[in-house]
């Protein structure tokens, strides 16, 4: 369990000029901030394609990364490093990047306008069986499969939708199974609302939701860059709470522009990236 917190990340030859240490990473939560060009976003990529093993993405950044695990060796890479090595390194962590920015899909069909790739990545979440990732007909699918686990895997379900529908509830929707077509729908006084028609912000919301409900409570290292873009007020201050709720292993590393996110008791897991920076020698 232990080997998914990060406790310290090092990152040299940023930018050809730059080095950042971050230490003291906190076991919950860690909010980044910083103006618009201070590296957050560089920075978050070059954490994502070290967790992700992407060699050729870190060899186009140039840099040298240190990553130190609690009970844990270090994940070290160097241009260097080869792609098995640093599979080697990271074998029995659990780490997930959740993008939620809604964009259209370039390829898709006119029968399909309803897609986006928030849309597409919300629909396999729901649907997908047996594919690259869990999803909920996955996990719904082991309660037969699995008579012994069914109670417990009903209960989390039921716990999820409940979680939904409080975050929801400014809104009247509530979630639910559609009995007849076993779709996942939202209930709005009486109106059936189908996945495609939530807004922007609800399906990102829902995404996020839905991922670590997925996680089944197992620790994990989750990268979020901004996820507040399209998020209403509310729920940025209840964010990182229903978060914890749904997988209390789960170690949260973001970046934010927005003070609502972090307000209701997340200010002490604040850093600033500036601090984090100092020059090559």
Known sequence: MEANRITKITISNIWNRYNLEWTDLHPDVNIVVGINGSGKTTI???????????????????????????????????????????????????????????????????????????????????????GEESSLSDYRLMATNYPE????????????????????????????????????????????????????????????????????EVPYILLMDEPEISLHIEWQHRFFEEIRLLNPNTQIITSTHSPSIFADGWGDKLIFISDMFSLKQ
């Open 44 to 130: 978050f990529k070059i954490i994502d394609a070290v967790m992700r093993a992407d060699i050729k993405a870190l060899k186009g950044f140039g840099v040298n990364v240190v990553i130190d695990f609690e009970g844990h060796n270090s994940v070290v890479y160097t241009p260097k490093t080869t792609l098995i090595d640093l599979k080697r390194q990271l074998a029995g962590i659990n780490y997930c990047k959740i993008s939620t920015f809604d964009v259209p899909l370039r390829d898709r069909s006119v029968n399909s306008k309803n897609f986006s790739q928030l849309y597409s990545q919300l629909y396999n979440l729901v649907y997908d069986i047996a």
């Open 149 to 216: 686990k069914a109670d417990h895997i009903n209960k989390r379900i039921q716990a999820f939708f409940a979680t939904v529908d409080r975050l929801f509830e400014g809104t009247g929707k509530t979630i639910s199974i559609n009995r007849q077509n076993n779709r996942l729908v939202f209930n709005d006084d009486g109106d059936i609302i189908e996945l495609h028609q939530l807004s922007s912000g609800e399906k990102q919301l829902l995404l996020v939701l839905l991922k670590v409900f997925l996680m089944d």
